[in-house]
């Protein structure tokens, strides 16, 4: 590949995280590398009119709003290579043209990676221009994201406070007006609220109510076995017993597992 006839484009709006691209870049090449950079939606969509790039590095949040926004507006027909903290579910919509991302803050061997499947590809040529669905999947799940679910709960015991972390409950029992949470380690822990409550504060991505009384993380999920009357079984770390989805709930259970 020829360096010197290669365009670059840099979308990133924090000052610290775009020095840290360019030395990466001048790295990774053994040179300094001639680039293009915008910081806002607006900058970047005039040098997208005006030129054509091998290669973009893009965060998500600009200066004036997100990137997605602008590659929705100007049709984009090269790989592009996202720098973003937000999580790794947000990235599953990319069609081939989003070809790699790094997470916040990544290290110079994860940046090495990802030019380095930019190189790959680059001799295969051919590349899906990021079309307007996938961007519309990616603006959902960014929104999805930015809700702001429970991420702990206080647990009041008689030798003081203790502190659960949603991401290690494996299953919720309703007990009455109050629930009880199990972590992966099997061990119970009481929760001053109903269940209703508790699924509005719980990302739906990762836990699914599979009955009146029991919602689960997908994350702790061990087995699913067939049950009688279109019914699942499902096995849980942490849980001695398996539990059940009613009749109503399975066929979007089955649906919510494939998402």
């Not at 790989?79 to 790794?88: G, N, Q, V």
């Not at 702001?148 to 015991?157: A, L, N, P, T």
């Amino acid at each position: 590949m020829n360096l010197k006839a290669m365009n670059i484009l840099i979308l990133e709006d924090e000052i610290p995280a775009y020095q840290k691209l360019t030395a990466h870049l001048d790295d990774y090449f053994g040179e300094k590398v001639v680039h293009d950079w915008s910081r806002s939606v607006e900058d970047g969509k005039t040098l997208l009119e005006k030129n054509s790039y091998d290669f973009i590095l893009s965060d998500i949040q600009l200066l004036d709003g997100i990137s997605f926004d602008l590659f929705n507006e100007v049709t984009v027909d090269c790989p592009i290579i996202f720098c973003s903290a937000h999580d790794e579910y947000l990235f599953q919509a990319f069609n081939t043209n989003g070809i790699a991302y790094i997470l916040k803050p990544y290290s110079k061997n994860e940046f090495k990676k990802a030019l380095e499947k930019y190189q790959s590809l680059f001799k295969q040529g051919g590349y899906d221009a990021l079309n307007h669905s996938t961007l519309h999947a990616l603006k959902s799940a960014l929104q999805d994201e930015q809700t702001q679910y429970k991420k702990r709960f206080v647990i009041k015991r008689a030798k003081g406070i203790q502190l659960l972390n949603v991401s290690d409950i494996s299953l919720i029992q309703a007990s009455g007006d109050f629930c009880v949470a199990i972590d992966f380690k099997g061990k119970t822990h009481p929760i001053s609220q109903n269940i209703g409550a508790l699924k509005e504060q719980l990302s739906p991505k990762k836990f699914f109510r599979i009955n009146r009384s029991e919602l689960i993380n997908i994350d702790f999920i061990d087995n699913i076995e067939s049950h009688f009357k279109n019914r699942l079984l499902v096995s849980l770390v942490g849980s001695k017993e398996k539990v059940m989805t009613s009749s109503s709930t399975t066929s979007e259970f089955r649906k919510w597992l494939e998402q």
